[in-house]
């Protein structure tokens, strides 16, 4: 359209020029009064001039849209260069910094991204203090070789070892949403999806699951039962993540089946001080050294059937001393006394006597058996003791 009226515009100036009148134009910018007058063969000139202003304007566009394209191209180099960007690029310190603040089911997921990353997410300096700050204070080495007793029976078995290792991680793929325990299969081949099992990580999973019993000791056992009030006794315990409590199994003893208590806090477990079992006498090696004041647990079976129990107790004076301590000599007595304070004055468990020199399993079985003594050396096993101190005085 736009060349038809261009051919329109050269016919009528031609066509004027055919009877010799002048070309009158205003152009603008020029004062109203001042008019030009061209001669007549301008008329094919001016058409000549706006055929070439349209050819050089269409070719400015073209340049301009390519250039617009070669600009946009750039962008889109750029922004996939930007894209390109991965974690793996930073440097060394920066990205183990990265990796050492995520929390556990993040590290888990963060594994699941690619090889490289899974390599950096199961390695054991990342999951030890993680394991340390929530399971440091109820696992100790008899847990840690439960765990490697467990561990090699399921290898012999084939539980844990490469393609068979599914269904164990299937079992924890109920912790946490975790990507890549969800087995993708370009992970999946030949079974190297899961850590390995002896891995700090996969001991840190297997207690989250709450499919590892491990051994460990509870305060108060059975609800804090009277006949147990400032004991601990050794457990198998199993974690509820749902609740965040614990599931004990106490051994049986006696004609007694095993006891299970739910919904255990973890204010009320540790790991057991001392590496003896419940059926063992403890060697006390701080015989020597007790002095009046003293905090103590000492063992304690009601007979020797049951297992052994550890209890709260403080060193007391003998019956002769006058309890100033500038002339107490009780410290050098063969008898170390004994004494119970949460029960009343005069009850038979009040007090005990302990041969210093000679010790061995002591009592009967009216009072019961008194095992090995250990002496409590921080201030944080003497609170903690202090904090489950019962509300009223037992009988």
Known sequence: MFFFLISCLSFLLVSQSLFLHPLVLWVKGWPK????????????????????????????????????????VQKVENVEEVKGFSILDLPELALEGILSRLSPASLCNTAGVCTDLRE????????????????????????????QWTVAMNKETGILDGCKANGWLRSLSCIWQFSWLRLRPEINRGGKNGP?????????????????????QVYNRERGHVGFMLSCYDAELSYDRRTDTFQARYPPHGHRKIVVEEGVQWERLRAPPVDTTAHDLHPSDCLNDLCPGDHVEIQWRRNKEFPYGWWYGVVGHSDYCDRDSRHCQCHLDDTVILEFNQYISGSRWRRAAINRNDHHEEGNEAEGFYGGIRKLQTKEEILTWKQLWPSETLE
């Open 33 to 72: 009064n001042e008019m030009k007058v061209f001669p007549v063969g301008f008329g094919v000139g001016l058409s000549q001039l706006l055929l070439e202003f349209i050819r050089k304007r269409s070719l400015v566009k073209v340049s301009a849209s390519m250039g617009l394209k070669r600009t946009c």
């Open 120 to 147: 950096r997410c199961r390695s054991n300096h990342l999951w030890d203090p993680r394991l340390k700050a929530k399971w440091g204070k109820v696992i100790g080495p008899a847990a840690y070789r439960e765990w």
């Open 196 to 216: 390995p099992s002896d891995s700090v990580m996969a001991w840190y999973l297997a207690l989250e699951s709450g499919k590892f019993w491990f051994p460990a």
